[in-house]
Structures are given as C-alpha cells and as structure tokens.
DNA sequence: ATAGATGCAAATGTTTTGCAGGAAA
DNA sequence: TTTCCTGCAAAACATTTGCATCTAT
C-alpha cells in the first residue's frame, strides 16, 4: 500500500465516522507504514516517540486498533502474550520455528481459495484468517532447545 | 484420547523429565479430558476447586502448560488476551464469528495435507498448526455490532 | 463552540514468580 | 533426604481507562 493511498484510506475513515485528524495519527501511521514484517505497540511507541517525544502510549495503542478497524492494519497473537501488527495488504501466513522462534512468510493459493470455500460452507463471509504452522527448523544454527 | 490413556501419557513425561506424580496433577488433568472445546486456565481452576478446594489457580496454570509440553494440551490465542485449552487428538481448526463471537469448529483434509507440503519446502518438520477464519456469520440472531 | 483526542497515571486482567512449607521419589 | 511441588501473595506484563486539558472541526 502507498503511503499516500493509505493516508487517504484512512482519511476517508475518519470522516465517515465522525473522528479528526490528528498530528498523532499521521505520525503513527507513517512509522507503521515504514515498518517491515511485524511490529508490536510498545516497538511502533518507541519509534514515533523518537520524533515526536510528546506522544504517549496510549495513544500508539488506541491508533493501532483503528487502524485495524479502518482496514489498514492486521493484528496477530502467536502466544507469548503480545500483539503483533502488520501492514494490511502485505498479506501471508506464517510459519514459526518452535526451537528458535524463526519467523517464515508463506502465501499458498490453493489454501486461500479452500478457506472460500470452507467459510461459505458455513454460511460465512470470510473477512480475514490466520494460519499458522509451527514445526522444527533443520537450519545448523537454529538454537534449538534439548529435544526430548 | 482416553482417559487411562491419557494418565499414561502424562506419567510417562514426568518420568521422563524426573518430575513428580502429584494428586493436583491427577485432579487438574482429570478435570482437563472432563472439558468440552475450550478452555481458560481460570475456569478449569473453578472446577477442580470445586472437587479439591485447597488446589491453587497458579497449579493451574502451571499444569496446563505442563500438559502442553507433554502433548497433552494445545493452546490457543483467539485474541481476547486468555489463552484457550483443548484436549490434543480432538484436533480441528476455528471459524469465528467476529460480530457474535461464535465459534464453529471444522476439519479440512486437503487443508491439512497441504500443510504438509508447505512445511517440508521450507525445510521444517510440521508439529502444529493454527488455522482461525474469520467472518461474518448470518444467523438471524447473531449479536451484530452495527455494521459500517 | 463543541465533539473528539491526547497524555498521564492509575486500573485492569491474565499469567508468572519468589518463597517457605509440604510431599513424592 | 533430596528434589520437586504447592499455595499464597506479590510481581510482572501488556493493554485499557478515567480524567483534565488540549485541538480539530
């Protein structure tokens, strides 16, 4: 997504639910932007705080889920009790290393047109999914914990 | 799995591990295999309570990741910051209603199959997975947010 | 002028941990 | 009799919320 589409996206979000602009949400949505892969609210604070010293926390979380709701950005939750957030339209799945926590990005067509499918099945309208796969890496340097 | 099977299982890790049989233990995975879907460590304290009222909620908690290790559990994170139990060998993937929170379960072999075939391309051995839709369901009743 | 947004600090809710006493090996 | 477990309370942790103040509209 461009940057400016996306500013535009969310833009039109606001206005059509009655909320402002706010310097603030530009600047959380920029760094959001320029982040690569998956970004936590603590991490996404750290850097906007870095130009703009005045932002609070609070804020960095209460923008991240609207710009969930504006369709802008995706949250995911791979257990360790944190919630990570990417670029919404960067769309994959992933799969973690058990061992070393190694973090892959797949896409598999076939999956996504059965996950159609399923949900339709069921009287769905699927919006979003998550697909997780977790296993054991075989790379040499993954630093694995004693197996069993 | 079955019950007897199940106590075997667990014994086995523990002997395995040098870890120590206990009567909390034995109660909490009873309680655990007695449970239906899923699970929070907070209701399954409330049960096993009720049968042994001196157990405390951080056994609990410390069983059922013990029985995740074992193989005995599997966790979820369905986004509501708990964290869900199921009895593993029950296995099957979640449909999620995002306005009513209902949750369906369903079972997809092709699905799984092609699980297989993404993990073995990246060089992992496949141990898990996690695999949420989520969509709009269109029961009558279902406790719709309003709708943008 | 008014509805919303912000920052701060306090509150929340779940899960983890330190520790002293208790139980299994 | 040593090692591991337990319950309790306190701590940790991410996230949310109340509120007085500020800001976009």
Do not use: W
Request: hydrophobic share 35%; aromatic share 6%.
């Amino acid at each position: 997504m461009e940057k400016a589409e996306a500013h535009e996206k969310l833009e039109r979000y606001l206005a059509r639910h009655g909320l402002k602009q706010t310097r603030q949400r530009a600047a959380i949505l920029d760094a959001f932007l320029a982040s690569t892969g998956h970004i936590t609210s603590e991490q996404l604070y750290e850097i906007v705080r870095g130009k703009q010293p005045d932002v609070g926390a609070a804020t960095v979380y209460r923008t991240l889920r609207l710009l969930c709701e504006a369709g802008l950005a995706n949250s995911h939750q791979f257990g360790e009790g944190v919630t990570l957030y990417e670029v919404q339209g960067r769309h994959h799945d992933h799969l973690i290393c058990n061992d070393c926590g190694a973090i892959i990005e797949f896409r598999n067509e076939l999956v996504e047109a059965e996950q159609e499918k399923i949900t339709a099945q069921h009287g769905f309208q699927l919006t979003n999914h998550q697909h997780i796969l977790f296993g054991t890496c075989t790379r040499k340097d993954c630093e694995r914990r004693p197996r069993d």
